[in-house]
C-alpha cells in the first residue's frame, strides 16, 4: 500500500487550476497553426491570428485565455493500492480550487443552489468523477469549461436500429444547432454507448484525449475522421463568421451498452480547451 499525503493533492491542485487557466497545451496552438495554412476564409485566417495572439499574450502577462475561468471538471484515477492520508481527497481537491480561484484572481463563477443562485465565492465545488484503476499511483485532471460551450452539449437516447448514421447526424445537428455560441472552432469531445449518464461522462472524458491521435478501434477512428470533415464542412467558422474551421479535433470514446439502447451525448469545447494533468 503507498500513502499519498492530502496536503500535496491540495497544493497541486491549486497550482494546476491556475495554470490551465494561462496556459493550453501546445498541441491546441499547433492545431492553430495547421487550421490557420489550411483556411482559405481571410475573416476565418484573422480570428485564428487574433486566437494564437491571445493564447501568447496570456502566457506572458500571466492572464486568463478567457473571463470565464470555468467550471472545474475533475478526473480523478485512484490505483486500488494507494492510500490517501492526512484528510479526504474531495475535501482537499475542493479546497485547492478554492486557494487557486483566491491566489490566481479568477473569476468564481459556481452558484449554490441551481435555482436560488448565489456565488459559492470560491468556484467550488469541483464536479469530481472518480475511477478506480490498478497500480499504486494516483492520476489528477483539472478542467476548467466555460458555460457557453457547456451550454451546447446535448444527449440523445437513439434506437439501435437507428446505427451509426443517426449517430452522426445528432452530432452534426448538435453543432449546427450551436453555431457561434459555443466560441468555435471548436474541439469535441463524443460517448456513445453505456447508460444516459455514462455517455455524458464518456463525452466529457473524450475531452482530455490526444486530439493529434485516433481511436484504437478502426471503426471509431473512421468515424472520427468523418465527422471532422463533415462539421467543417458546415461554414460556421471561427466565431461563428464563416469558413472550414468550425471544429479542430473530435474524439470518441465508447462503451457496453444494453440492446435495446443507443445513447449519445456530445461535449462541446470552446476554442480554449484548458486542462492540466498531475500524476502522485
Do not use: W
Not at 494561462?22 to 485564428?48: C, G, H, Q, R, Y
Not at 440523445?156 to 448514421?165: E, F, H, Y
Amino acid at each position: 500500500m503507498r500513502e499519498i499525503n492530502s496536503g500535496s493533492i491540495r497544493d497541486k491542485i491549486a497550482q494546476m487550476v491556475v495554470e490551465a487557466n494561462i496556459t493550453v497545451d501546445k498541441s491546441i496552438t499547433d492545431s492553430f497553426e495547421k487550421n490557420l495554412i489550411a483556411e482559405t476564409n481571410p475573416l476565418a485566417k484573422e480570428i485564428l491570428v487574433q486566437l494564437i495572439e491571445n493564447y501568447k499574450v496570456a502566457r506572458e502577462e500571466n492572464l486568463p485565455i478567457c473571463q470565464d475561468t470555468g467550471c472545474v471538471a475533475v478526473f480523478v484515477e485512484m490505483g486500488q493500492d494507494a492510500h490517501i492520508t492526512g484528510g479526504n481527497i474531495g475535501d482537499m481537491i475542493n479546497e485547492g480550487v478554492r486557494i487557486g480561484y483566491r491566489d490566481g484572481y479568477l473569476r468564481k463563477s459556481m452558484v449554490s443552489d441551481p435555482l436560488m443562485r448565489q456565488n459559492t465565492g470560491d468556484n467550488t465545488p469541483a464536479i469530481i468523477h472518480y475511477e478506480i484503476v490498478p497500480g499504486d499511483k494516483l492520476k489528477i485532471t483539472v478542467m476548467p469549461k466555460g458555460a457557453g460551450c457547456e451550454n451546447m452539449c446535448r444527449i440523445a437516447m437513439l434506437k439501435p436500429t437507428q446505427g451509426i448514421d443517426a449517430v452522426k447526424k445528432f452530432v452534426l445537428d448538435t453543432v449546427f444547432e450551436a453555431g457561434p455560441n459555443p466560441c468555435p472552432p471548436l474541439f469535441i469531445g463524443v460517448g456513445i454507448g453505456g447508460s444516459f449518464e455514462k455517455s455524458a461522462y464518456l463525452a466529457k472524458k473524450a475531452l482530455i484525449l490526444p486530439f493529434y491521435e485516433h481511436s484504437p478501434l478502426p471503426h471509431i477512428a473512421q468515424l472520427e475522421d468523418d465527422l471532422l470533415k463533415s462539421i467543417n464542412e458546415l461554414d460556421i467558422g471561427p466565431q461563428g463568421m464563416g469558413g472550414k474551421t468550425t471544429a479542430l479535433g473530435i474524439r470518441v470514446l465508447t462503451y457496453p451498452t444494453h440492446i435495446a439502447s443507443l445513447p449519445v451525448a456530445v461535449n462541446i469545447s470552446c476554442h480554449a480547451l484548458r486542462f492540466q494533468t498531475a500524476e502522485f
